[in-house]
């Protein structure tokens, strides 16, 4: 089992920057990818990044330029560096760890999901 908790979240206004951590603990060395979603009220949760075990890093067109994800392993620790925020991003974030021998790309090839972290860009 892993267990995952976000923290970082917050309210910020548009333009500005947050920065998400993942703190995963348990069996993390089975840990093969992890990602970030996001999902906003009334709307399906969607990815937003991900990292693989290789550091093979994958963002969706909206966030590219602006997010960066990123891991620390002496730490058992993923972050997503958000910076240009826009009202657009507002939404849960949560963090995904997948345990499968090849990098997840699917939402169903994650394993173990945190609690969520609520971010919110003003304009």
């Known amino acids: 089992q892993v267990q995952l908790v976000e923290s970082g979240g917050g309210l910020v206004q548009a333009g500005g920057s947050l920065r998400l951590s993942c703190v995963a603990s348990g069996s993390v060395s089975s840990i093969s990818s992890m990602g970030w979603y996001r999902q906003a009220p009334g709307k399906e949760r969607t990815l937003v990044a991900r990292i693989s075990r290789v550091d093979n890093t994958y963002y969706v067109d909206s966030v590219k330029g602006r997010f960066t994800v990123s891991r620390d392993n002496a730490r058992n620790t993923v972050y997503l560096q958000m910076n240009s925020l826009k009202p657009e991003d507002t939404a849960v974030y949560y963090c995904?760890?997948?345990?499968?021998?090849?990098?997840?790309?699917?939402?169903?090839?994650?394993?173990?999901w945190g609690q969520g972290t609520q971010v919110t860009v003003s304009s």
């Open positions: 995904a760890a997948g345990t499968l021998p090849y990098a997840a790309t699917q939402e169903r090839d994650y394993d173990f």
